[in-house]
């Protein structure tokens, strides 16, 4: 493939604010079970960039994986630049790579231009990454975006449709199936369970919820972020939590097999999508943006593609304009938020 960007390594080192805590993975065996994953979803040869950092994988495992190894020499060093794709971590790293990969050989694909999957640090953040050129392109909720777009310049290119074919979702309040509570107003003095602090539907939206009930942080016996959508539903799962907001989607999943019982569902707010550094060159943020609205996951572009239906935009993409984010921003803004 011709047609690239970026001069950044992944040598570069993460700043902002710190990813919580997962559940314990053992780094070398994650790394190598990534690698192979890749290989089985692909059917090519992948590369990891080594760089002793800790997104998900931490020290002596990759950061990196390369998509197109025909730019790659046998030493490590890129023959050519690649767009780098940053992510909001959604469930466990090891799924979201799944998910990711086949999507960004479909951009391969579509624009001829060459891309790189980066996991963000467990001491950084996807908009610091954003905002030191570490990533060029990445899949964030609306929150990310909002604070990407106050703190750094960057564009959005699409926005998930979800099953509904609505570019805009909702997140859930659950409970475990066993739980007495069975609305909001019983989780007063129960413990609480969110996702990263910078997602839109594991914790602004559900702190959104909390708030037009009258309940503030203050009435939960205990509050805790537990770093992405997986973890949260984890904790009440395994009964370390009593109530979490989630994802709708995977509540939903879950709901169904009797994991976990949802007790409320917001209202639908401006779905995750994709988003671009300024830096990119218009014409490239153009030929992805055509790619992503002319993505078709339950047709023709389906092959290849790994549990697409579970993600935040199943039913492809639509394109995204700032105008789309400022009702969310004015609610953020009264939390005070941003």
């Not at 610091?128 to 290119?157: F, M």
Request: aromatic share 8%; hydrophobic share 40%.
């Amino acid at each position: 493939m011709t047609d690239d960007y970026s001069n950044q390594t992944d040598e570069n080192n993460d700043s902002g604010g710190a990813r919580q805590a997962k559940e314990p993975i053992s780094n070398m065996v994650f790394g190598l079970a990534v690698l192979v994953l890749a290989t089985v979803i692909l059917g090519g040869t992948y590369f990891y960039m080594g760089t002793g950092a800790q997104g998900g994988l931490g020290t002596g495992a990759a950061n990196s994986l390369r998509i197109a190894a025909g730019s790659l020499d046998r030493s490590g060093n890129r023959a050519q630049k690649s767009i780098i794709f940053g992510f909001d971590l959604r469930g466990s790293p090891d799924e979201d790579a799944r998910q990711y990969l086949p999507f960004l050989a479909y951009l391969e694909r579509a624009t001829g231009l060459s891309f790189r999957l980066r996991f963000t640090p467990r001491d950084g953040n996807i908009v610091a990454d954003l905002g030191s050129g570490i990533v060029q392109l990445a899949a964030v909720g609306s929150v990310s975006y909002l604070k990407a777009d106050r703190a750094h310049d960057v564009i959005p290119l699409a926005r998930g449709l979800n099953k509904s074919n609505r570019a805009e979702y909702q997140s859930v309040i659950v409970v475990h199936p066993e739980s007495p509570i069975n609305s909001l107003t019983e989780l007063k003095g129960a413990r609480f369970a969110f996702g990263s602090n910078s997602s839109t539907q594991g914790y602004v939206i559900p702190l959104m919820i909390l708030k037009d009930s009258g309940i503030t942080l203050g009435n939960f016996a205990s509050a805790k972020f537990t770093g992405s959508h997986h973890n949260c539903a984890q904790a009440v799962i395994s009964k370390n939590a009593d109530a979490c907001g989630m994802q709708d989607t995977m509540g939903q999943g879950l709901a169904a097999k009797q994991f976990v019982r949802i007790i409320h569902t917001s209202n639908f707010f401006p779905s995750s999508g994709i988003i671009a550094s300024a830096e990119l060159p218009a014409e490239i943020r153009e030929k992805v943006r055509a790619a992503l609205v002319e993505f078709e996951p339950k047709g023709k572009h389906a092959a290849g593609l790994y549990k697409w239906g579970s993600t935040e935009m199943p039913n492809g993409f639509v394109a995204a304009t700032p105008a789309d984010y400022k009702d969310m921003e004015r609610r953020m803004l009264a939390l005070d938020l941003l």
